[in-house]
């Protein structure tokens, strides 16, 4: 069956501006996660959505926000964007966050690159 | 709070050596312990998980992770290094309260000379 799947692969951005990034589930996932993957901070977590309800949060600014829809797709989105937001965002999927040897399937991953 | 630490952001070994990565944990309880390998330019990829039972478990590519609580470690090993195991390796750890959130150690990236 398909993987995960991140769109764009990459993309170049002004700083100040916004930009969305798409991810989608592996097909009867409902728990989509957010990570943020830089050289000097490693893997930080953003959020965490099911069933279309932000479940879980890092600690990242208000900037930074998303969203599940009913399809089990999800989108983040940063604005006013910065530099340091310059990163590889990756997103995983897993089957129910209520299943105790849940594990996560990553995609590929979105290189952002802010200029 | 629960915590990864990855012994050693860089480790060399020999081709044909044994691979040893260090990680240890802190939990207030037992954790779901996860190794994940990452490739250049690629999402993370999982190597092995532990839940509940055996405490040696053994995942693809040949290596394998022995769960000690006592030391609240779960290191990687592999006998035999491949050219191929050339990447960066993270361990992770895993609660389930009431949603799923996963800390990621700050990852290890193995080098494997000719």
């Known amino acids: 069956k398909a993987g995960v799947t991140q769109t764009p692969r990459y993309l170049i951005k002004t700083r100040g501006q916004q930009v969305t990034l798409s991810c989608s589930p592996i097909s009867g996932h409902r728990s989509v996660s957010w990570y943020q993957q830089t050289p000097g901070q490693g893997l930080q977590f953003l959020f965490e959505y099911f069933s279309e309800t932000q479940r879980n949060k890092g600690n990242f600014p208000g900037r930074f926000s998303g969203r599940q829809f009913s399809n089990s797709r999800s989108e983040m989105n940063v604005s006013t964007l910065e530099l340091g937001d310059s990163a590889l965002y990756l997103c995983?999927?897993?089957?129910?966050?209520?299943?105790?040897?849940?594990?996560?399937?990553f995609g590929q991953g979105t290189r952002l690159t802010v200029v | 709070a629960q915590s990864v630490t990855q012994l050693g952001s860089h480790v060399s070994v020999s081709e044909g050596a044994l691979v040893l990565l260090r990680c240890n944990y802190s939990?207030?309880?037992?954790?779901?312990l996860f190794w994940y390998v990452q490739y250049p330019n690629q999402g993370l990829q999982l190597l092995l998980k532990y839940t509940t039972g055996a405490t040696l478990v053994k995942g693809i590519n040949g290596f394998e992770a022995e769960f000690k609580k006592s030391e609240t470690s779960f290191h990687l090993t592999k006998p035999s290094a491949h050219m191929s195991d050339a990447a960066e390796y993270f361990c992770?750890?895993?609660?389930?309260?009431?949603?799923?959130?996963?800390?990621f150690g700050a990852g290890t990236r193995l080098f494997v000379k000719a």
């Open positions: 992770a750890v895993t609660r389930n309260t009431g949603g799923f959130k996963t800390i």
């Open positions: 939990s207030s309880v037992p954790p779901y």
């Open positions: 995983a999927s897993s089957l129910d966050p209520g299943i105790s040897n849940t594990e996560a399937f």
